[in-house]
């Protein structure tokens, strides 16, 4: 590949507009009404998406120096924040706020993976393991509230798709990474294309496998990581009219956990909490998913989409309350019809579809103890030494119905759903007697949305959007119960939200393109964290705080110079508070709970007001580049509690505030062809002067806030493609 034509790719990689079936024919661009977003569950191009969504491509993926999280592949996606924990790949994500207090996952965001859900029944991801960002094509965010995904969809949808198989019968890639703690990936991968085509009828299949290997030490005491991951995709066309892709992922993680530090502790924040060696604190979890998607077009005005998937795994967790055990079981399928009518600058497409997901979940928990060689089981000699502290099993499921509308008048285009959620919850408390032993909360929801864009001129869309949001309890949070040791917490309800949003978006002078979008959102019944005195020190609850309101603005920029020089730019304004509160009288630890908030609001935690991420190319000589990138985040508010907001905290134990940070990056790239082989020697520092930062701060209730990040890291790498 030449260089001026990869740069120029890198100058315009931005939400798709340079194609991605053709990568090397950088030069040319595309309009953006070919560029299509999968993530409505309804084909609309970019151009005339009625709502904010951004799509990260090859290229933008193509820089990431560990190429292990999604603050890596989300670095230029405004209105999205992604807490990186410890340095590897346990993560806390959130867009526009929702799910800020979740301790970790993904609460309230869809995640789709090359078409399966990722999602439990109530809407929450617990991780993203299952993702080896080396092999992602292509990342759609939808940004704000998307009811037609239920409770998965009250933050926003990550529609992730992977690589398919390349032109050739056999290729692949190799990739290995070194790096400052320990870091080492190690990536292979084999895909390829079997079959005929010919003039009359499309016939082949493409295939694709990886593995990866990942390992560190981390820059923290009791940091280390591995993460083992397997992906197969098969794609099968036996026809014009029907297509199959057949998925299987395995993963296998596990990552000590150091825990967070409190403030009189961070004269070193290399150190782990006094808790996280003794007790032998980690997370570890081994997952299978096989997944199915179809489609078949009857005719150009009907055709039928269908997905099914069974996920098994096993985790564990241990802290200084206890050694925990789960075991899923999480089948689900869908069902989407879809009828198209109308042509020429007339045209209306119609969708209605059924989702079904069950999860059975036991959960076992043996008390910890103070011996970091110490290794838990479940063989009775254990339990007649360890003290049981829960035996239970939880069904879950969730139905939605649902159904779409989209409208292509000229130059404006309308997109509308409606959908109806059931959410079942049972826990059944194998430790207590049958006819007390049985606990259940179910919810129901309908959530509607109605986008419309409008092409004033080509090089502008303006569009609005009103969306609704449904945000039930999580599991996690249902089964901490502040009432009792058993059952679940029946005092939660589900959050829901309105959020109005407008924006602009287009293409000048074939080298600027940009997306403004605005917004402000509603929050009824929205959570917090909290706990009860006597209960344990480790021990956290969950509440509905009350009512919360967020406005924001989003903006996304790229500008390509010349061929040689492009920049890209994403800032998010967030203003996110809590307007009300409206504790329910059972949360009687006072000392605790939020109170009511002040009369201009109280500040969501870990939710700074400016988020900025600049990222330069310049390509200086032939086949090497340049990429430096500076990420900024302004101060953000750490407790919820409303004492500590108006500074009534001892300051020699808490903080209420965290300062911000200006990071600095670099990579530089060498990229090379011999014969048949083609790859790319890399060089990058992250974070390249070493400033000290909080990567993230839990609202934790008993302080123990602050997750440090790392100093300087440097990282190696060498790609070959073949």
Known sequence: MKTKYFITALSVCLCGIVSAQNTTDTTKM??????????????????????????????????????????????????????????????????????????RGLRGIGVVIDGIPVNDPSGFA??????????????????????????????????IITKSGGQKPVGGEVMQVIGSNGFYKSFVQLDGTIGSQSLKMKSNSDYRVSYSRSAGDGYRDHQGFYSNKLYEKLNFRPSDRLTVTQVISHTDYFQQNPEGLAFAQLDNVKQANPDANPFNEYQKTNRTTVGITGNYAFNSMHDVSATGWYRTWNYKETSNKAAEYRTYVVPGASLQ??????????????????????????????????????????????????????????????????????????????????????????????????????TSKDFNHTSARIGVSYNLVKQATVFANFSQGFLPPSTEELANNPVGYSGFNTHLVPATSNCFEGGLRGLLAENLYYELTGFVMTTTDDFFRFKQSGRGNQEVFYGNAGNSNRKGIE??????????????VAYTYADYKYKSGSIDPVYTDTAYVLTAPPADGQQLPNSPKHQLFAEATWAFMKNLKLTVGTEFQSEWAIYTDAKAYNGELDPVVYKNWQDGFNLWQARLAYDWQFKCLNGELSLSVRNLTGEKYMAF?????????????PGSEVFAGLKIGF
Request: charged fraction near 20%; hydrophobic fraction near 35%; aromatic fraction near 6%.
């Open 555 to 568: 903006a996304f920029v790229s500008y390509r110079f010349h061929e040689k020089l492009s920049l890209q």
């Open 337 to 438: 019809f879809n009828l198209h009518l109308g042509q020429g600058a007339l045209k209306n497409h119609l969708s209605a579809g059924a989702d079904y997901k069950s999860q059975q979940l036991g959960v076992y928990k043996l008390q910890s103890a103070s011996d970091p060689n110490r290794k838990e089981s479940m063989d009775e000699t254990n339990l007649e030494t360890t003290l049981l502290l829960a035996n239970q099993i939880i069904t879950q499921s969730s139905a939605g119905l649902w159904a779409s509308w989209k409208l292509e008048l000229n130059k404006l285009n309308v997109l509308a759903s409606i959908r109806y959620d059931d959410m079942q919850n049972e826990l059944t408390n194998k430790m207590m007697a049958p006819d007390t032993a049985t």
């Open 30 to 103: 595309v309009n953006l009404s070919t560029v299509e977003i999968s993530a409505n569950k309804m084909p609309v191009t970019l151009k005339n998406n009625p709502g904010a969504v951004s799509v990260v491509n090859p290229q933008m993926l193509s820089v990431m120096p560990k190429s292990i999280g999604v603050e890596e592949a989300l670095r230029l996606v405004p209105g999205v924040r992604v807490d990186n924990q410890h340095d590897g790949e346990r993560v806390h994500l959130s867009i526009r706020g929702q799910g800020i207090l979740t301790e």
């Open 697 to 709: 701060t839990e609202p934790d209730p008993d302080g123990n806030s602050y997750q440090p990040g």
């Open 126 to 159: 617990p991780d993203l393991y299952d993702v080896d960002w080396t092999t992602v094509s292509r990342i759609e965010v939808l940004r704000g509230p998307a009811g037609i995904y239920g409770g998965g969809g009250a933050a926003g949808i990550l529609n």
